[in-house]
């Protein structure tokens, strides 16, 4: 029956070891343990949460990256594209500048050769001209140097002039 | 952690089955056949020696102070060989006025003297030791996160801390609730006392500290107080006037209530009383058998069962202090509760 009656000695000697256990381990053992275990879970939930912002910072800077990657290299291919198109464009342009140039040319050409022929020919009739009356001239000359030459053919003038 | 727990708890069986043998089988041989499993409840219950061991006729035994109280002679203190036979070493010698009986409790010879008995039994040296290892354990625990605090603890503070966690997070934060601060430190308390007890309580040769009625009895007490002194209005209004029930319902509920408040700390002590202390009876009813049978086949057959029965009252060990500091914190959830669940 004694193994279910608590024995009073033991029931005081309990309530003081564990009041005394009771306090001193709240007061100077659970308090540190407690608050060294809540700063350490917070430290680490805070050293979690950088790390997960970090990461998320390095995913969008990598984004970023890689965005202004595809706009560099599409703005490259306009780039390229539209100097092609221009230097395409441009020798076109040199190419028609110089034919119409070439044609101007042949066609300036051709009035100045023109011009230059008239002139010559012009020239050549002068020059025909000229001779023409100095031989007709010498021979003339020649033909009326006798008297009865000269009258005969102041005859001749005078009836075509009276036909006339 | 398990397989931690399964190597020691089997280096405690074999260091206590080599400790229990040597020691029962010898001083079990001159007792007779009733004697035999004498032992057993000598060892539940409290003692003013602690005997160790019996090696022939040479008794292993530490002898407790004995200290009485009373109105008119003051503290008076003896040794517990005061009370002993000097040749068989058997209590039953008067001292001074008082002897210890047959079942080792101190009485007057003048039976109407009425004293205190505070003696030092073997229960009350458990406890020192308890106490002076809990704090040794766990002072060096907090000087580890003293000495570095944002690091993973190491030493001791790895075995306190994992514990500590569980008690505050699967313990107090569910039950309690968002006062659950207040009470951790006791919650800790009690479950690192219980537990400490338990598992001391399973070296051979220890005292059976936990499966003693008078602790388990003044924890109760413990928690009965935390309850009550912390229960808010809500709490004791739905003690005294059960909201909801009409009155001549309450005639009945609140008497009921009030009979809850006092089953509540009683169940926790027959609990805690009950496992611990069947536990040892049948790791020793085991060892028993060897010295009623006196048969070395037996004798395997035991020593194999109470190596389990050991592995099994580790498990036993851990789970009362889990559950007594469960019931505990339930108990106080149910008082500081801001919110009528009924």
Known sequence: ?164 | MFRKILCISTLLSVFMLALSTATFASSEVEGGEENKTGFIMHHIKDSHEWHFATFGHTHVTLPLPVIIYSADRGVEVYSSTDFQDHETHAFGVEHNGYYINEHDKLHAVDESRSYIDLSITKNVAMLIIVFVLLLWMIFSAVRNYKRNPHGAPKGIASIVEPMVLFVRDEIAKPNIGPKYRKFTPYLLTIFFFILMGNLLGLVPGAANLTGNIAVTATLAVFTFFMTNLNGNKEYWKHVVATPGVPLPLLLVIVPVEIIGLFTKPFALMVRLFVAITAGHIVILSFIGLIFVFESYAVGVASTVMVVFINLIEILVAAIQAYVFTLFSAMYIGQAVAEHDHH
């Open chain 1, 1 to 164: 029956m004694d193994l279910i009656i608590p024995g009073s000695g033991l029931i005081i000697w309990q309530i003081i070891g564990f009041g005394i256990l009771l306090f001193i381990l709240g007061k100077f053992a659970w308090k540190p343990i407690l608050s060294a275990l809540d700063e350490r879970e917070t430290a680490i939930e805070g050293a979690l949460k950088a790390a997960e912002n970090a990461r998320n910072e390095m995913a969008n800077l990598k984004a970023e990256n890689e965005k202004l990657l595809q706009e560099a290299r599409l703005e490259r291919d306009q780039i390229l594209k539209s100097a092609t198109e221009t230097s395409a464009k441009l020798i076109e342009e040199a190419r028609t500048e110089a034919s119409k140039a070439g044609a101007k040319l042949i066609e300036d050409a051709k009035a100045v050769i023109e011009t230059e022929k008239k002139a010559a020919l012009a020239e050549v009739k002068n020059q025909v001209a000229t001779l023409t009356l100095q031989v007709t001239e010498k021979l003339l000359r020649k033909n009326l140097e006798d008297d009865k030459a000269q009258k005969e053919l102041v005859q001749e003038f005078v009836k075509d002039l009276k036909l006339n």
